[in-house]
Nanobody, 127 residues
Framework: VQLQASGGGLVRAGGSLRLSCAAS????????MGWFRQAPGKERELLAG????????YVSDSVKGRFTIFRDNAKNTVYLEMNSLKPEDTAVYYC?????????????????????WGQGTLVTVSS
Protein backbone atom coordinates (compact mmCIF):
# COMPACT_ATOMS: atom_id res chain seq x y z
CA VAL A 1 0.00 0.00 0.00
CA GLN A 2 1.17 3.53 -0.76
CA LEU A 3 0.49 6.32 1.72
CA GLN A 4 0.37 10.03 0.98
CA ALA A 5 0.19 12.38 3.94
CA SER A 6 -0.92 15.98 3.61
CA GLY A 7 -2.29 18.88 5.59
CA GLY A 8 0.79 20.06 7.41
CA GLY A 9 1.86 23.67 7.54
CA LEU A 10 2.54 26.65 9.72
CA VAL A 11 0.00 27.49 12.42
CA ARG A 12 -0.03 29.69 15.48
CA ALA A 13 -0.21 28.26 18.95
CA GLY A 14 -3.79 27.48 19.86
CA GLY A 15 -4.71 26.81 16.27
CA SER A 16 -5.89 23.65 14.55
CA LEU A 17 -4.88 21.46 11.65
CA ARG A 18 -6.29 18.33 10.09
CA LEU A 19 -3.82 15.92 8.60
CA SER A 20 -4.94 13.45 5.95
CA CYS A 21 -3.33 10.25 4.78
CA ALA A 22 -4.63 8.78 1.55
CA ALA A 23 -3.91 5.14 0.81
CA SER A 24 -3.76 3.37 -2.51
CA UNK A 25 -2.70 0.07 -3.94
CA UNK A 26 -4.28 -2.35 -1.50
CA UNK A 27 -7.39 -2.93 0.58
CA UNK A 28 -7.32 -0.01 2.98
CA UNK A 29 -9.87 -1.57 5.30
CA UNK A 30 -7.53 -4.46 6.09
CA UNK A 31 -4.90 -2.17 7.60
CA UNK A 32 -4.58 -0.77 11.07
CA MET A 33 -3.56 2.86 10.72
CA GLY A 34 -1.41 5.06 12.90
CA TRP A 35 0.00 8.54 13.16
CA PHE A 36 3.50 9.18 14.41
CA ARG A 37 5.65 12.26 14.73
CA GLN A 38 9.33 13.00 15.01
CA ALA A 39 10.59 16.28 16.36
CA PRO A 40 14.17 17.46 15.74
CA GLY A 41 16.59 15.53 17.93
CA LYS A 42 13.89 13.25 19.26
CA GLU A 43 12.77 9.71 18.59
CA ARG A 44 9.69 9.00 16.56
CA GLU A 45 6.64 8.56 18.76
CA LEU A 46 3.24 6.99 18.24
CA LEU A 47 0.46 9.55 18.63
CA ALA A 48 -2.63 7.62 17.67
CA GLY A 49 -3.76 4.34 16.20
CA UNK A 50 -7.06 3.05 14.88
CA UNK A 51 -8.42 -0.39 14.10
CA UNK A 52 -9.45 -1.50 10.63
CA UNK A 53 -13.11 -0.63 11.10
CA UNK A 54 -12.43 2.49 13.11
CA UNK A 55 -14.22 1.34 16.24
CA UNK A 56 -11.12 1.06 18.42
CA UNK A 57 -8.84 4.05 18.65
CA TYR A 58 -5.87 4.93 20.81
CA VAL A 59 -4.46 8.37 21.50
CA SER A 60 -1.22 8.96 23.35
CA ASP A 61 -1.42 10.67 26.71
CA SER A 62 0.86 13.36 25.33
CA VAL A 63 -1.87 14.61 23.00
CA LYS A 64 -5.03 13.19 24.51
CA GLY A 65 -7.86 15.67 24.58
CA ARG A 66 -6.33 17.68 21.74
CA PHE A 67 -5.80 15.14 18.93
CA THR A 68 -8.34 12.77 17.40
CA ILE A 69 -7.79 9.99 14.89
CA PHE A 70 -10.53 8.77 12.59
CA ARG A 71 -10.80 7.04 9.26
CA ASP A 72 -13.09 6.88 6.26
CA ASN A 73 -12.71 3.49 4.62
CA ALA A 74 -14.89 4.55 1.70
CA LYS A 75 -12.32 7.25 0.93
CA ASN A 76 -9.26 5.16 1.83
CA THR A 77 -8.17 7.93 4.15
CA VAL A 78 -7.18 8.31 7.78
CA TYR A 79 -7.18 11.66 9.51
CA LEU A 80 -5.55 13.30 12.49
CA GLU A 81 -7.49 16.23 13.84
CA MET A 82 -5.21 18.46 15.92
CA ASN A 83 -6.55 21.21 18.14
CA SER A 84 -5.03 23.60 20.67
CA LEU A 85 -1.66 23.19 19.03
CA LYS A 86 1.46 24.04 20.99
CA PRO A 87 4.98 24.93 19.83
CA GLU A 88 6.15 21.57 21.16
CA ASP A 89 3.88 19.88 18.60
CA THR A 90 6.27 21.04 15.90
CA ALA A 91 7.48 17.92 14.11
CA VAL A 92 7.26 15.84 10.97
CA TYR A 93 4.09 13.79 11.12
CA TYR A 94 3.93 10.35 9.53
CA CYS A 95 1.06 8.03 8.82
CA UNK A 96 1.65 4.31 8.83
CA UNK A 97 -0.24 1.13 7.99
CA UNK A 98 -0.03 -2.30 9.55
CA UNK A 99 -1.62 -5.41 8.05
CA UNK A 100 -4.57 -6.86 9.91
CA UNK A 101 -6.09 -9.37 7.50
CA UNK A 102 -8.31 -10.90 10.19
CA UNK A 103 -9.75 -7.56 11.30
CA UNK A 104 -8.79 -8.22 14.88
CA UNK A 105 -10.42 -5.04 16.10
CA UNK A 106 -7.16 -3.92 17.65
CA UNK A 107 -4.97 -0.90 17.09
CA UNK A 108 -1.21 -1.39 17.06
CA UNK A 109 0.76 0.22 19.89
CA UNK A 110 4.26 -0.54 18.62
CA UNK A 111 6.16 0.92 15.70
CA UNK A 112 7.40 -2.47 14.50
CA UNK A 113 3.82 -3.54 13.84
CA UNK A 114 3.48 -1.02 11.02
CA UNK A 115 4.59 -2.21 7.61
CA UNK A 116 4.16 0.84 5.41
CA TRP A 117 4.94 4.51 5.92
CA GLY A 118 3.99 7.76 4.30
CA GLN A 119 6.54 10.41 3.41
CA GLY A 120 5.76 12.74 6.30
CA THR A 121 4.24 16.18 6.49
CA LEU A 122 5.78 19.03 8.45
CA VAL A 123 3.77 20.80 11.14
CA THR A 124 5.24 23.98 12.56
CA VAL A 125 3.54 25.71 15.47
CA SER A 126 4.67 29.23 16.21
CA SER A 127 4.39 30.82 19.62
Amino acid sequence: VQLQASGGGLVRAGGSLRLSCAASGDTFSSFVMGWFRQAPGKERELLAGISTKGNNAYVSDSVKGRFTIFRDNAKNTVYLEMNSLKPEDTAVYYCAAGRDPYNSGNHYPYEFEYDYWGQGTLVTVSS
